[in-house]
């Protein structure tokens, strides 16, 4: 047996691309040289004088590229430790930060298991990055990610990056946080396994998260888009190892996170935002569980997956009377016919009970 990894257990550095390694970056307006406490900020040619449009002078500076608050408030958040944490513009700009780091601009690879989230293939084609699949399977109740094939496929292909979503999108289903460990395990020194938790919130399974100190290779992505209730405020957040973490930091663009964002974000980790966000989970999981039985009841409707997540994947028979049905009633729901495998699925997000009366009054007439 080897000796559990420590905690400071080094990131593989050869996994960054090599010209990047002591890449440092863009250097931004907020540091200043040590000595004598700098009070008079006239390095980086903003304005004297706040804009009208912001009498208290809120945005008058550049923001820090890393708000220490915010950064500080997803560390306690998440029981982990402020260098682990990058804030980025959504979950997406996370993703590609990571294609970018880890893959050579047209080489190298990412593995993705089909169907899943179109971001990371979108991220690998725009840095001529190949993308490989191995597609998961279905028994019509639930998916399988092959996280076997996954670190084959890695491995054959020279890959730098796995994604795996978790819940998966649009699949619902988790991922066994064992199955996560030991893909990691299989490529500690391969490739980077990101674990997407976007819909970690409506989950039971424990977070990847807990994975991070022990395997260097992972990195988890969180998100206050979905349970949080702000994908308009733009915050995605990747939790990686220290070293990985700090050039990802100086790959990102110069101030990636707008003062008022993270203002807005922070306070979205307050005690009782934090109180609400659950409630709204709960009355989520409930309303999913109800419309979850409503669809099945609908005549044509093959299956409804289990969903760990905030929507249900619905495969029918006349998946267009599905559609045409709920268009009448003004409800647009997620197209899925033009992915492989799901010829026949739509993708119904959880709302508000009043809108998930909307949806169950209209497969209601369909019934009819
Ligand atoms: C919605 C979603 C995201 C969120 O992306 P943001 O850029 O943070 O809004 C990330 N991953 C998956 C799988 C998603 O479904």
């Given amino acids: ?19 990047l390694r002591d890449f440092t970056g863009y250097s931004s307006a907020r540091t200043s040289a040590p000595g004598v406490p ?15 449009a912001d009498p208290d002078g809120e945005c008058r500076r550049y923001p820090e590229p890393q708000p220490p608050a915010l950064v500080e408030a997803f560390a306690d958040l998440w029981a982990t430790t402020p260098d682990r944490v990058v804030v980025g513009r959504g979950s997406d700009e996370v993703i590609e930060l990571l294609v970018r780091t880890l893959c050579r601009p ?25 993308v490989h699949e191995v597609p998961q399977t279905d028994d019509d109740l639930t998916w399988r990610v092959d996280t076997d094939g996954l670190a084959r496929t890695a491995r054959l292909t020279g890959s730098r990056v796995v994604f795996v979503a978790s819940p998966g999108n649009p699949t619902g289903t988790v991922v066994p946080l064992r199955e996560l460990a030991a893909l990691a395990e299989e490529l500690a020194e391969e490739a980077v396994v990101v674990v997407d938790e976007a819909y970690g ?11 991070l100190e022990e395997r260097p290779n992972v990195v988890v992505l969180r998100t206050l888009s979905k349970a949080h209730g702000l994908a308009g405020a733009r915050i995605g957040i990747g939790l990686a190892h220290p070293d990985l973490a700090a050039v ?27 109180a609400a966000t659950r409630r709204r989970v709960q009355q989520t999981l409930r309303l999913r569980d109800t419309a979850g039985r409503r669809l099945r009841d609908v005549p044509g409707v093959r299956a ?18 599905l559609l045409h049905t709920l268009a009448s009633a003004g409800i647009v729901v997620r197209d899925l ?28 007439e369909n019934l009819a």
């Fill in 201 to 211: 919130e409506y989950a039971e399974q424990r977070s990847a998260i807990a994975l």
């Fill in 38 to 52: 700098a009070s008079i900020w006239l390095n980086a040619n903003e304005s004297g004088e706040p804009s009208t």
């Fill in 106 to 130: 047209g080489g190298d690879g990412i593995v993705v298991a089909p169907p899943t989230f179109g971001m990371y293939a979108v991220s690998a084609r725009l840095h001529g990055v190949p």
């Fill in 248 to 274: 990802l930091r100086r790959v990102q663009a110069p101030y990636p996170v707008p003062a008022p964002v993270a203002a807005m974000g922070l306070s979205a980790l307050g005690p009782e935002a934090l």
């Fill in 337 to 364: 016919r033009h992915q492989p495998g799901l010829h026949d699925a739509l993708r119904i997000t959880v709302g508000t009970a009043d809108e998930m009366t909307a949806l169950d009054t209209a497969l209601r």
């Fill in 304 to 321: 409804v997956y289990a969903s760990d997540a905030n929507f249900l994947l619905v495969r029918s028979d006349d998946p267009d009377a």
């Fill in 1 to 19: 047996m080897t000796a559990a990894p420590s905690r400071t257990a080094p990131f593989p550095a050869h996994l960054v691309r090599e010209d």
